[in-house]
Each structure stands twice: as structure tokens, then as C-alpha cells.
């Protein structure tokens, strides 16, 4: 969700996994037999489902709302799959930059939804103080501006994740929550859909996020981040608002350093005046100043990059805060820089 959030690729690499051992595993198939269904971790996800049963009652969730959730739901073996064979895809932050998150392609699809949103974009620019680029940026690199939200299941994928065991104590508690949305009326159990880690609707917010971030903007009394472009928008701009985004900062700034620069003995962790910069040598890219003189900054580096240097700001760090590596927080800045 989310949240959320290097290219390996980065959703979930974060997560804290649970003690859970795995079910164990069904027996060989026999070449040209559909495959049979194991009637031990059959009653292992029935018994498992039993105990978040009576876990979502005590939370208050209705038992109307358990019975459609939970009807006919079964572990789905593609997010197991997934889960277990998440591609070890490491890309230079050159790759990641041209060729996944800064092509013509997306840069064009975000100057034009910014337009057609304008109005739309001012008022929650009026609301949470957050600049709509970085809001239209991060809706376009987590779903190509709603036109990839997810088709799993979200019950159904949570449910797995959390019976399978790797992560079993961070999902439950991402499924309880899920549940939660369901009993408050938010969305259908039908339309809850999101990617097989569970990041739901247009923003990627995982339950926990939408419980704690997601907005009702329009004002029909639901946060549907799925449907309603007002929520999903104004969901991530509050999102960052609610992690310190500063008004009117920007959020970093490409640099040509100085003469006699190393990058492998670079203070990344020092932030300094943009003044103290200037006086060492460092230009921006584009030829202009570097200013506000008295606004701090950090160098940063693209993971496996071939020697671009940014001087980061404050709003550069609340970026990452919705995905933690640096290549992503560059990318969405820059390609917030790019559409508008």
C-alpha cells in the first residue's frame, strides 16, 4: 500500500517475516493428471481461517460481513509462487530510470492527466499543502495512473500469505485490517482488488496504510481508493502530508560536483546549507544557482548509478517514506520535475 514499496523489484522487500513454518508441501503430480487437492492443508487453511474468524468477531467485524469474505476462499498457489519467486532483477539506476519509470511513455500519460485533473489537483493542493506533481508521479509509477491496480483478490491473497507462514504474523494482521474496510462499507468484497502482496486501488496502500492514510475527498461517506480519483489523490496527498511534506520545498536537485569529487568517499549523511555546497564547488545541472542559499541538503547517490550526483532535500526523504529505496525516491522526483 501503501504502502508500501532498488529494482528487485522493491514492493514488499521490506517486510518483517513471520515465525510460521510452511505447510507442507502437496505430493507430486503425475505427468498428465490434474492436479488433486491436499485434504491436510485443506483443513489446516480451514482451521486457520476459524482462528481469524473469531479474532475479526472480537475486533467487531459482523459475521455478515466474514461469510462473503471468506466464501468459497481458498490459498491461491500463484501467490505462494510469487511470494517465494520474487525475481532477482537488479537494473543499473540507469535501466530503472530510462527504461521503467522516466519512458516517454509515462512522462506524456502524466502531463496529461495532470492537465485533465487540474481542478481536482488544486483543491487537494488546498487541502494537505503537498505539490500535485509528486501526487500524479506517484500515481503514475505504482499503477500507470489507475490503469493497473491489481487483479488478486485481496482477502484471498492476504489469507494465503498469512496461512502460508513466511510472513505470517504481518499479514494477519494486514488481513484483520482488510476485513475492518470490508464491514465498514468501503468498497465491495467483489472490487477489492490489488496486487498478490495485498496493495490495494490506485494508490497501493496496503489495509494497514488505507486504515490510517486514505480519505474521503468526495464526500459520499466512503474511501474508495479503487473508483474515486478524488480519494486515490487526495489518499496519497494526505499520506505524505501526515510524513512532514514541506510546502513550496522542493525535493531535490541534479548537480555537477566539483573538480577532484569521489563518489565512493562522499558524506551522504551530512545536510548542510545549499550555501555551504556553492562554496565547495557544486553547480546544478541546468545551469542555474543553487538556491534558496539556506535550504539543507544531502548528497545522494542512485544505487548502481554511473556518476548523475543529486543534492537532496527534506521532501526527497518524505518520498521514500511511501518506498524506501533511493533509485525509486530519485525517480519519482524527477518525474514529477518532468510533468509539469
Not at 491489481?150 to 507462514?165: I, M, R
Not at 459520499?220 to 501526515?242: N, V
Request: proline content about 8%; hydrophobic content about 40%; overall charge positive.
Amino acid at each position: 500500500m501503501p504502502t508500501r514499496r532498488t529494482l528487485l523489484l522493491t514492493g514488499l522487500g521490506g517486510l518483517v517475516a513471520g515465525c510460521a513454518a510452511a505447510p507442507p508441501a502437496a505430493p507430486p503430480v503425475p505427468a498428465g493428471e490434474a492436479p488433486r487437492p491436499d485434504p491436510v492443508a485443506a483443513r489446516r487453511f480451514e482451521d486457520f481461517l476459524a482462528g481469524v474468524r473469531a479474532e475479526a468477531r472480537r475486533a467487531g467485524v459482523s459475521e455478515a460481513t466474514l461469510d462473503r469474505a471468506f466464501a468459497g476462499l481458498r490459498p491461491n498457489p500463484r501467490v505462494i509462487e510469487l511470494d517465494r519467486r520474487q525475481p532477482d532483477v537488479v537494473l543499473s539506476w540507469e535501466e530503472y530510470r530510462d527504461r521503467i519509470m522516466l519512458t516517454p511513455a509515462r512522462i506524456q500519460n502524466g502531463r496529461r492527466h495532470y492537465a485533465e485533473n487540474a481542478a481536482l489537483l488544486r483543491r487537494i493542493a488546498g487541502e494537505y499543502r503537498v505539490d500535485p506533481r509528486v501526487v500524479v508521479a506517484i500515481w503514475g509509477v505504482e499503477t500507470n495512473y489507475g490503469g493497473n491496480t491489481g487483479g488478486f483478490d485481496v482477502v484471498e491473497a492476504l489469507a494465503t500469505l498469512a496461512w502460508e507462514g513466511r510472513r505470517a504474523g504481518y499479514f494477519r494482521q494486514e488481513l484483520l485490517a482488510a476485513l475492518r474496510i470490508l464491514d465498514q462499507g468501503h468498497v465491495r468484497p467483489e472490487r477489492m482488488k490489488g496486487s498478490w502482496a495485498g496493495a490495494m486501488g490506485q494508490p497501493q496502500f496496503m489495509p494497514s496504510n488505507f486504515e490510517r492514510m486514505a480519505v474521503d475527498f468526495d464526500g459520499d461517506g466512503r474511501r474508495d481508493i479503487w473508483d474515486s480519483r478524488a480519494d486515490a489523490l487526495a489518499s496519497i496527498a494526505h499520506y505524505f502530508r501526515r510524513h512532514g511534506w514541506r510546502e513550496g520545498e522542493p525535493w531535490g536537485q541534479e548537480v555537477v560536483p566539483p573538480p577532484g569529487f569521489s563518489p565512493e568517499q562522499a558524506d551522504t549523511e551530512t545536510r548542510r546549507p545549499l550555501r555551504d555546497f556553492a562554496r565547495m564547488g557544486f553547480r546544478r545541472a541546468d545551469g542555474r544557482p543553487l538556491a534558496p542559499a539556506e535550504l539543507e541538503a544531502a548528497i545522494v547517490l542512485p544505487s548502481r548509478g554511473n556518476g548523475q550526483v543529486f543534492l537532496g532535500h527534506h521532501n526527497l526523504r518524505v518520498i521514500r517514506r511511501y518506498n524506501p529505496p533511493v533509485n525509486y525516491g530519485l525517480a519519482v522526483g524527477l518525474l514529477a520535475d518532468r510533468i509539469a
